[in-house]
């Protein structure tokens, strides 16, 4: 693959003096101590016009920030896995109706538990089973445990981090398999380790590593040479870090290390990427499924992918996740912009971020991508998005 072509930002309508305002935003965060530093990169009509660096790759200021810095992605991998699955629902190996059972029997047979606040006192047996469909759009009860206090959230991994780093793959399956759901399928948006387990179903139908397959069918193909579940040495002085303390709240704050194996390749959040590599990726998304003259997906497919499919029956919490969220319903491993919100946009722009302060959406209505790379994993990460989001949409003038 051949870069990203190139364009002169009033070639596509957008404005040099606008986005000129960027780097002197970012920079003057950088110089107040509240951020280490950022990479950001946007493409209009399929033309790359800002990839920009600003500030330090890590907190000790040694080194500036590399255009192709290496970050910690953490939930931007799940549209990656989503897209692994996609491309075997294109060959007929999985849908969306297809039971979590037929690829994984552990999960079958489910119990939904029983709440009296906190404490589970039973469960009841679910009315179906998780489907691909409830996967891929977080309504198949299995949740994040660092998401709520109560007995069921105590049995599960906190986080696709916390998993893939504690579990292999037999033991989170276990895991899972022992604990209720906290809600019927089908009937509530919760975050959780839905994504995680359609790895593990892709692994199942196949027999490759995650990693493996992203590999051959989706990071070898676009280019995208710096994605992957473990940075190598040669590539570790790209390594970004975040500050030690974060800096409204004076906690401690790291983010994982990359250079160190995963027990599994946790499909909802262990990839290490760079802001040309992840644009590449929406691109290819924004784009139909195709980037330049290859073709990840067919077009319907991502069509698929990018409409809500949060029913008016389901409990839709994604603005409880991320006030930022508000107008957001959820497709296929993305959520869906399907009312207007508080951020610039468009309806049906689509996007999902990372815990650990990376974000990307892609716009169809102004075919327009941005990726920014950043590792603020306290609740700075929502502060930014609001402010990235000014910042790239103001520089739209036609």
């Given at each position: ?5 190139q ?38 009509h ?68 029983v709440l ?38 105590a049995?599960y ?17 276990e895991?899972?398999?022992a ?7 089908g009937?509530?948006?919760?975050y ?58 004076g ?31 929406g ?28 029913t ?20 296929l491993?993305v ?17 999902w ?19 920014f ?18 910042l ?5 003038v036609?």
């Amino acid at each position: 693959m051949t870069d990203l072509p190139q364009a002169e930002p009033e070639a596509v309508g957008m404005s040099s003096q606008r986005l000129g305002r960027i780097v002197p935003a970012l920079s003057a965060a950088v110089d107040a101590g509240q951020l280490p530093g950022a990479v950001l990169a946007v493409a209009r009509h399929g033309k790359l016009v800002f990839h920009e660096a600003v500030g330090y790759l890590g907190p000790d200021r040694a080194t500036p920030m590399p255009k192709d810095a290496l970050f910690a992605i953490a939930s931007m991998t799940k549209p990656v896995t989503g897209v692994a699955a996609l491309t075997l629902w294109e060959q007929g190996r999985l849908g969306l109706a297809d039971p979590v059972e037929r690829f994984l029997p552990a999960l079958g047979n489910r119990q939904v538990g029983v709440l009296a606040g906190d404490r589970l006192i039973g469960t009841v047996p679910s009315p179906r089973s998780i489907a691909m469909l409830d996967l891929m759009r977080h309504t198949s009860g299995l949740t994040y445990g660092g998401r709520g206090t109560t007995e069921i959230h105590a049995m599960y991994p906190a986080s696709s981090n916390a998993a893939g780093a504690t579990l292999d793959s037999k033991a989170f399956l276990e895991t899972l398999a022992a604990a209720p759901l906290l809600y019927p399928p089908g009937t509530v948006w919760d975050y959780g380790l839905s994504i995680d387990v359609i790895g593990l179903v892709v692994e199942a139908l196949s027999g490759q590593s995650l990693g493996a397959f992203l590999q051959d069918n989706v990071f070898q193909p676009l280019g995208m040479t710096d994605t992957t579940f473990l940075v190598g040495p040669d590539k570790v002085h790209r390594l970004a870090r975040p500050l030690p303390i974060d800096p409204d709240t004076g906690a401690a704050q790291s983010v994982p290390d990359r250079t160190q194996a995963l027990k599994f390749e946790c499909g909802g959040g262990g990839l290490a990427s760079t802001a040309l590599d992840y644009l590449r990726f929406g691109q290819m998304l924004l784009g139909g499924g195709v980037l330049g003259d290859t073709r990840i997906l067919g077009r319907k497919t991502v069509e698929a992918m990018r409409t809500d499919r949060l029913t008016p029956d389901i409990d839709n919490r994604i603005a409880a996740l991320d006030s930022n969220s508000d107008g957001y319903g959820f497709g296929l491993t993305v959520a869906v912009r399907s009312q207007p919100s508080s951020l610039l946009g468009s309806l049906g722009e689509f996007y999902w971020n990372g815990a650990w302060g990376t974000m990307w959406w892609a716009d169809p209505t102004e075919d327009l991508v941005a990726v920014f790379m950043v590792q603020v994993p306290g609740e700075q990460r929502r502060r930014w998005r609001p402010i990235v989001n000014a910042l790239v949409y103001g520089a739209l003038v036609a």
